[in-house]
């Protein structure tokens, strides 16, 4: 479970970097429901929000 967890995060994290789209769309695009709790789990897995990482 651990594992796709990060392959998630890792692929969001390419998402961020290669595309202007909000973090809503890319939250919800590999499964997180919400803003926050995709930032929570972003930051926990990269040390890092999803906008500082962008």
């Not at 994290?13 to 930032?39: H, Q, R, V």
């Not at 990269?46 to 990482?53: D, E, F, Q, R």
């Amino acid at each position: 479970m651990k594992y796709l967890t990060q392959w998630r995060l890792r692929c969001a994290s390419n998402d961020l970097k290669s595309t202007a789209a909000p973090i809503i769309t890319i939250a919800n695009k590999y499964g997180y429901e919400s803003e926050a709790s995709f930032s929570k789990a972003f930051k926990r897995e990269m040390g890092v929000s999803p906008s500082k990482h962008r």
